[in-house]
């Protein structure tokens, strides 16, 4: 059974930068995509960025060129590097893991942008 652990959310100014760490147990990481999507109340939960197994990235349009998702296969974590956040960027963010046809989830972790 996976479990993914997510952290390094907080509160932060409009205009800052925060970094989201995922941890992953098992040994099917490297060959997993990963993900990072969020859920704003009352929005539906929704892509953020995602990294492929080989390491192709791809990013929902209202985080291009503000977000990074990297991964590092030696440690079996993905993250999210956050600079330019709005206020629209709240949400809680969840680590996403697919594996053949099986999807895990994390538990989330709040990001707050906010003056």
């Known amino acids: 059974q996976v479990q993914l652990v997510e952290s390094g959310g907080g509160l932060v100014q409009p205009g800052g930068s925060l970094r989201l760490s995922c941890a992953a147990s098992?040994?099917?990481?490297?060959?997993?995509?990963m993900g990072w999507y969020r859920q704003a109340p009352g929005k539906q939960r929704e892509l953020v960025a995602g990294?492929?197994?080989?390491?192709?990235?791809n990013y929902s349009d209202s985080v291009k060129g503000r977000f990074t998702i990297s991964r590092d296969n030696a440690k079996n974590t993905v993250f999210l590097q956050m600079n330019s956040l709005k206020p629209d960027d709240t949400a809680v963010y969840y680590c996403?893991?697919?594996?053949?046809?099986?999807?895990?989830w994390g538990q989330g972790t709040q990001v707050t942008v906010s003056s």
């Open positions: 990294i492929s197994s080989g390491g192709i990235t």
């Open positions: 098992g040994s099917s990481f490297r060959l997993s995509a």
């Open positions: 996403n893991q697919k594996f053949a046809i099986v999807t895990y």
